[in-house]
């Protein structure tokens, strides 16, 4: 009689051990030529265990079926056309979820399966625990656990297909089943193709992949079929586009069935640290503590580290470059020394002042960025995002508004829905800026002293809520409510790197020494100019002479002609406030400082009522232009500065009246 | 459960992986897996990808806090047709 030749095929994904159990159990009786017509190896070997011979076939890695690949298509066409005894799916017990998947797939194909749970010493040494009999229960098919590498569990292995082989054990496997309401489809579709369906192919299968889109099944069926059935099938899958999802669904409940059964996780104790701490990082009401009081933190070092910085450059060199400035210039013209100490160190001078201001914040963002944080924060404030039509997809480029509206304006970009993406060009402006927050940091401690940080803290909190506000004025108004979703990954905390944060640093600044040297230049010198000319006379000059046109304006705001210049140069760039109070006050007083002048000449009311325009005024020149350049729309562009221009100045004059108001 | 998935993610706004994980009562991984399939089937898109094509003329690419370390997903049109169906 000749001998019974068992055949089986090693099916799995890449990476599960597949080659090493190959190789343990044909040993050097291994064959290695092509799959027919294909360019993929196929390995074959033989092996014998307790007067059987096993040709064993080593299929290709794959990580499903679907027919996807060339490997897949191999793998699939070999187990349902040649029809192997046994097929053995190779699992990572240690990745069990992602290789149940192939199983998923195998167990409908009409050959029997064993598992073949490997790397079980994997799992155990990661904190994962799999009950191979728990497994094999509700799989219903034989489950092996094993440690290929070692050699354990091949022994079994083998025994385990001789007795399915044999008939000695009962396989009932449970195969994933599709969701209901798509059974009745299935079995439609089933019935239509009953009679077309070729042989080695079970029917329900090709029913299913059909239902999926499978391109080679739909193909085939396709040229079997005669064209008024086919016409009927394609009518019930056109109907059905979404049944893709509902075959894949079957699987994944099958998956997480199977894994709520076996598998037991690590403990509470082992989960990562990146777990614990976003357990607090995005609680809805704990997460937004944290990012409040991250934010708060980032102020509070500014005002604790780089206001007395900025207060000491302004003295010591700001304050030297004039002496010194005025010392060699002493037999130079008038006009000469006024145009560099007035309004080159006087303008361009003050705002270089800024720059320890700037680097924490740059450093204190780029450390928030860089350790992982960012995504929290986005996440946590998405539900507000929500009310204004928004998620937390723009929030991304709205926060990095607090480097600068520019890049905010142009981050728009990754919002796909046009009108998601208009709302979030036309919020961005809002958010402070870095350069805001600058004339901010430089004015607040002038007027509030101590209450500096707070004052800050309320104007950012006023600009993002008159940002939030004006977000859901226009999502009800302007756009209807889309609907949006995100799902995100939460990088894991990390430690930072200082490089990046370095070279951050590096490059922000630059670009704002960049800025201070060029533009913040120019103004500062045509500011001089127009405060110069025609008498030499500032309050005869021509800035005056705008300066009072605006003074109707400005007086509901307690504002005189100098600040309401000054807020008209911060349409150039915001520091301009500074470098433009810096020029119009340094002309005709001698050693006094920005700070004590501005002091005596503005009452505190007047001065809040300065920083509420200041912090929702027009934006800058470059962020309008982008603004222009992204929404590609004049009339959108003339919205945003018309609307910011308004809501400013009633922010202004509403803080001046009710500041006076209450005293 | 792909369908349960595509529901909630479009009920509103930002989902996290681990909170989906939670409410579908799978691992993290196996939520990964599920979406890159939605992915292949055309119903979610990956986003940081395609924002580093449209962010190569930016001049503030380098110092940019967007499309950082963590991957975002977004609904297609096919996406939220599915939703609304099942």
């Known amino acids: 009689m000749p001998e019974h030749v068992i055949t089986v095929a090693l099916a799995g994904q890449p990476n599960v051990g597949k080659s090493t159990l190959f190789n343990l159990l044909t040993g050097l009786n291994q064959h290695v030529g092509n799959w027919p017509g294909k360019t993929i190896e196929r390995k074959t070997g033989t092996c014998h265990f307790d007067g059987h011979t096993l040709e064993v076939v080593d299929l290709p890695g794959t990580y499903s079926l679907t027919a996807n690949s060339l490997e897949e298509r191999i793998a699939r066409d070999y187990i349902i056309k040649e029809k192997p005894d046994v097929v053995v799916a190779m699992v990572n017990a240690a990745s069990l979820e992602r290789n149940l998947y192939l199983v998923a797939e195998l167990l409908p194909l009409p050959v029997p399966v064993i598992v073949a749970l490997n790397m079980v010493d994997v799992a155990e040494s990661e904190g994962m625990k799999v009950e191979p009999h728990v497994l094999e229960a509700a799989l219903g098919v034989p489950v092996v656990p094993m440690v290929a590498t070692k050699g354990r569990g091949v022994k079994l292995l083998l025994e385990e297909i001789d007795r399915l082989v044999e008939g000695e054990v009962d396989y009932l496997p449970h195969r994933p089943q599709i969701r209901e309401d798509h059974l009745e489809v299935v079995e439609g579709i089933e019935s239509l193709v009953n009679p077309y369906v070729p042989d080695p192919y079970p029917r329900r299968w090709v029913a299913l992949k059909l239902l999926e889109g499978d391109a080679e099944i739909t193909e085939m069926m396709r040229e079997r079929m005669k064209e008024d059935t086919w016409q009927k099938v394609h009518a019930i899958l056109h109907q059905h586009e979404d049944g893709v999802v509902a075959v894949a669904s079957g699987r994944y409940d099958w998956i997480a069935r199977m894994i709520r059964a076996a598998l037991i996780r690590p403990k509470v104790g082992q989960i990562s640290l990146t777990h614990r701490l976003d357990r607090w990082a995005t609680h809805p009401f704990w997460g937004l503590l944290i990012l409040l009081g991250i934010v708060g933190f980032i102020f509070w070092l500014t005002y604790a580290v780089g206001a007395p910085l900025q207060e000491w450059l302004d003295i010591v060199v700001v304050g030297g470059a004039a002496d010194l400035a005025n010392a060699a210039l002493s037999g130079a013209p008038d006009w000469l020394t006024s145009l560099v100490v007035d309004g080159i160190i006087g303008g361009v001078g003050t705002v270089l002042t800024f720059l320890p201001i700037l680097i924490i914040f740059f450093a204190s963002f780029g450390f928030v960025e860089d350790v992982g944080y960012m995504a929290r924060a986005a996440y946590v404030v998405d539900r507000f995002m929500h009310l204004m039509g928004l998620h937390g997809k723009s929030f991304l480029p709205l926060f990095l508004g607090f480097g600068c509206n520019v890049p905010s304006v142009m981050g728009a970009r990754i919002v796909e829905s046009p009108r998601a993406r208009l709302l979030t060009i036309l919020l961005a402006p809002l958010m402070p800026c870095t350069a805001r927050m600058a004339v901010l940091a430089f004015l607040t401690p002038i007027f509030f002293g101590t209450a500096a940080p707070l004052v800050s803290w309320g104007m950012v909190g006023l600009s993002l809520v008159v940002l939030a506000l004006s977000g859901i004025l226009f999502h009800k108004v302007l756009f209807r409510g889309e609907r949006v979703a995100f799902i995100m990954e939460l990088p894991l905390y990390h430690i930072p790197d200082w490089r990046t944060i370095g070279l951050l640093i590096l490059q922000r600044s630059k670009a704002f020494l960049a800025r201070a040297g060029t533009i913040i230049l120019v103004v500062s010198v045509i500011i001089w100019a127009l405060s110069a000319l025609p008498t030499g006379d500032i309050e005869t000059s021509f800035l005056a002479t705008i300066g009072h046109l605006l003074e109707p304006v400005g007086r509901l705001m307690g504002q005189n002609w100098r600040m309401m210049v000054a807020l008209l140069a911060s349409f150039v760039a915001k520091e301009n406030s500074i470098a433009t109070l810096g020029v119009l006050f340094s002309a005709g007083e001698e050693e006094a400082q920005l700070g004590t002048i501005l002091s005596q000449t503005l009452t505190p009311a007047a001065a809040l009522a300065f920083l509420v325009v200041q912090m929702l005024f027009i934006p800058c020149v470059a962020t309008v232009a982008t603004v222009k350049q992204e929404t590609d729309s004049w009339r959108w562009t003339g919205f945003s500065v018309a609307y910011l221009l308004i809501i400013s100045l009633l922010g202004g004059i509403l803080a001046y009246q009710m500041a006076g108001f209450v005293g | ?86």
């Open chain 2, 1 to 86: 459960m792909l369908d349960q998935l595509l529901r909630i993610v479009t009920q509103r706004g930002i989902h996290t992986r681990r909170e989906l994980a939670q409410r579908l009562d799978v691992s993290e991984e196996l939520l990964q897996q599920m979406i890159e399939e939605l992915v292949h089937m055309g119903y979610l898109k990956p986003v940081v990808g395609d924002c580093h094509d449209r962010c190569a003329g930016c001049p503030f690419a380098t110092g940019c806090a967007i499309g950082g370390a963590g991957r975002i997903w977004t609904l297609t049109g096919k996406g939220v047709r599915a939703s609304d169906v099942t």
